[in-house]
C-alpha cells in the first residue's frame, strides 16, 4: 500500500525533533568557548556538559522505543517534546557546569522518547520499500538540515545573546509538533507486546555510564584504579543486561534480529562511522573559534558547505542504492570519509581553513550516505510491530557513537593537548594559572588575556599549536576507524543483493 499525501505531511511533522536534536548539538558546539568563559568548567566537565546528553539518550532509547511499542509510539513522541521543551528551558539559564550537566542529562532522556518514535512511525506510515526508502533519506537530511541551521541560528544567538539562548530555540520547536502531531500523525503500538521490564530498563542505562566515566578519568587525569574498576563494572554490567534479555519472555530488545548479518553489521557501522565523525567535528568547532579567532556566527557560516554536502550525500545514496549493493555504497561512503579525515591530519595553527572546509565536505557526503543505507537496511528487516524496538536500537547505536566520538576520540586529543602544554608554560606565568592553561584551549586564552602581553601571546599562540595538533591526531584516529570499518563492511555484506532496480 503506497503512502498518500497525508503520510508525507505526517513525515514534515515528524522531521520537526529531527530537525531540533540535530540543532541541539550544533549549536552547543559553538556555545563551548562562551559557556566556558561563564562557567569555567575543567576539561572533563566540559566533555560531559558536550555529551551528557548523548549518553542518556543512549542509554534510555531501549527503553523508550520499547515503551513506545507498547504505549503508542504518536504518545510516547508528544510527551517527550512536552519534556524536551521543558528541559530546554532549564538549561537555558544553568549557573553552573553541574547544573548544565545535569540539564543535560535530562535533556537527553527527553531526547531518548524522541528518535525511536519518528523511525518507527515512518515504518508503519511508508509500508512500499521505494516510498519507505525515500522517507529514510528525507529524515536522514532533516538532522542534516538541522546540522546546517543549527550554527548559522546559534551563531546569531551567540552574536546578540547569553550562550543559554541557544537552548530556547527547541522551544517554539516543539510546541509545533504538539500542534500539529494529533493531527496528522497515526497512532500506532504492537498489539502483543509484554510489560516493561523496569530492572532491563536500568541495566541499559547503568552499563553505558561507569565505562564512559573511566575513559573521560583516564584522558583527564592519567590511569588509575578507579577508572579501571568504573571500566570493567560498565562491561560486566552490559554482560548482565544481555544475559536477562535472553531469559525473559519480553525482553526490551529483541536479540533476535542480531542474527541477521545486514542488521548486525548496519548497527555497528552507525556507532563507528559516527564515533569517528563526532570526535572530529567536536575539535573542528573550536579550531574555527579559538585557533582561527572567528566570531561564532562566521564559524557556523564555513560550516555550512559541509552540512550542505551532507544533504547530498544523503538523499544521493538511495537512488545509487537501487543500482549498487548496500555493501558497495556503504564501503564507499566510507572510504570517501577517510579521504577527507585525511585531508583535515594537514591542518595546522598556520592556517587551513580552505583544507578544513574542503575535507569535512567529503566526510559528510561519505558519513550521510554511509548513515542513509545503515538505517533504511535496520528498519526493512524489523517486521512493524517491532519497529519501536529496531528503531532504538539503530538510534542508540547513533547516539552511541556520536557520545563515544567526544569521549573517546574527544579524550585522545584532550590528552595529546595536555600533554603538548605539559612543559609548554613559559617562565614567568603563576602556578595556577599554569594549570588552568593545561587543562583546556578555552582556559589558556582567558589566562593569556590576564597575563602581560609578551608572556599572554607566547602562552596563547603554544595553546592553539598544541590544540591543532590535538585536532591533527584525533582524525588520523577517526581516518582508520572508518578505513576499517569500509573493509568490514564490503566483505560482510556482499551477499546483500540489490534491493530495487526501478
Given amino acids: 500500500m503506497r503512502a498518500t499525501r497525508r503520510e508525507w505531511i505526517g513525515l514534515a511533522v515528524l522531521a520537526l525533533p529531527c530537525l531540533l536534536l540535530a540543532m541541539d548539538l550544533t549549536v552547543l558546539y559553538l556555545a563551548v568557548p562562551s559557556l566556558t568563559a561563564d562557567l569555567n568548567p575543567s576539561s572533563a566537565q566540559l566533555l560531559w556538559i558536550v555529551d551528557a546528553y548523548g549518553f542518556l539518550i543512549a542509554g534510555s532509547l531501549i527503553t523508550m522505543g520499547t515503551l513506545g511499542d507498547r504505549i503508542g509510539r504518536r504518545r510516547l513522541l508528544l510527551i517527550g517534546g512536552a519534556a524536551f521543551a521543558v528541559a530546554s528551558t532549564l538549561a537555558a539559564f544553568s549557573r553552573s557546569a553541574e547544573m548544565l550537566i545535569a540539564t543535560r542529562a535530562l535533556l537527553g532522556v527527553a531526547g531518548a522518547t524522541l528518535m525511536p518514535s519518528t523511525l518507527a512511525l515512518i515504518r508503519n506510515m511508508f509500508h512500499d520499500e521505494t516510498q519507505r526508502s525515500t522517507a529514510i533519506s528525507l529524515w536522514v537530511t532533516s538532522f542534516t538540515v538541522g546540522n546546517a541551521i543549527g550554527p548559522l541560528l546559534g551563531g546569531f544567538m551567540l552574536e546578540h545573546f547569553w550562550w543559554g539562548s541557544v537552548f530556547l530555540l527547541g522551544v517554539p520547536v516543539m510546541g509545533l509538533l504538539l500542534l500539529l502531531g494529533p493531527i496528522f500523525l497515526p497512532e500506532s503500538r504492537d498489539p502483543n507486546a509484554g510489560r516493561l521490564d523496569i530492572t532491563s530498563a536500568a541495566l541499559s542505562l547503568v552499563a553505558i555510564l561507569p565505562s564512559i566515566y573511566g575513559i573521560k578519568q583516564i584522558a583527564s587525569d592519567g590511569s588509575s584504579t578507579a577508572a579501571a574498576v568504573a571500566i570493567i563494572a560498565g562491561i560486566l554490567i552490559g554482560a548482565v543486561f544481555v544475559r536477562r534479555q535472553k531469559m525473559l519472555r519480553d525482553p526490551i530488545i529483541d536479540l533476535e534480529l542480531f542474527r541477521v548479518p545486514a542488521f548486525r553489521t548496519s548497527v555497528g557501522a552507525q556507532l563507528i562511522a559516527l564515533i569517528a565523525i563526532a570526535g572530529a567535528y567536536f575539535f573542528t568547532v573550536q579550531y574555527l573559534q579559538l585557533v582561527l579567532d572567528l566570531s561564532p556566527l562566521i564559524a557556523g557560516m564555513w560550516l555550512l558547505p559541509p552540512t550542505i554536502a551532507g544533504m547530498f550525500g544523503s538523499m544521493l545514496a538511495p537512488v545509487v542504492a537501487r543500482r549498487v549493493r548496500p555493501g558497495s555504497v556503504m564501503g564507499g561512503g566510507l572510504i570517501m570519509a577517510a579521504v577527507g579525515f585525511a585531508m583535515l591530519t594537514q591542518v595546522s595553527r598556520e592556517g587551513g581553513l580552505p583544507l578544513l572546509v574542503g575535507g569535512f565536505i567529503i566526510v559528510s557526503i561519505g558519513i550521510s550516505a554511509t548513515m542513509t543505507i545503515t538505517t533504511d537496511l535496520i ?114 555484506l556482499k551477499h546483500i543483493p540489490v534491493r530495487n532496480r526501478n
Avoid at 528498519?379 to 567526544?406: F, H, M, N, Q
Avoid at 593537548?417 to 578555552?442: C, H, K, N, Q, S
Avoid at 609578551?454 to 572508518?482: K, N, P, T, W
Wanted: negative net charge; aromatic residues 2%; hydrophobic residues 55%.
Fill in 379 to 492: 528498519v526493512g528487516v524489523a517486521p512493524p510491530e517491532r519497529a519501536g524496538a529496531a528503531s532504538a536500537i539503530s538510534e542508540t547505536s547513533s547516539e552511541l557513537g556520536l557520545a563515544l566520538g567526544i569521549a573517546i576520540i574527544g579524550s585522545i586529543g584532550t590528552a595529546v593537548y595536555r600533554r603538548d602544554m605539559a612543559d609548554a608554560i613559559p617562565d614567568g606565568v603563576p602556578a595556577e594559572a599554569a594549570d588552568a592553561a593545561r587543562d583546556t584551549l578555552g582556559s589558556a586564552l582567558a589566562v593569556g588575556a590576564r597575563l602581560p602581553a609578551q608572556i599572554g601571546s607566547e602562552l596563547s599562540e603554544l595553546a592553539r599549536a598544541a590544540f591543532s595538533h590535538a585536532l591533527q591526531i584525533s582524525v588520523i584516529a577517526a581516518a582508520i576507524l572508518v578505513t576499517v570499518l569500509a573493509g568490514v563492511v564490503i566483505v560482510t
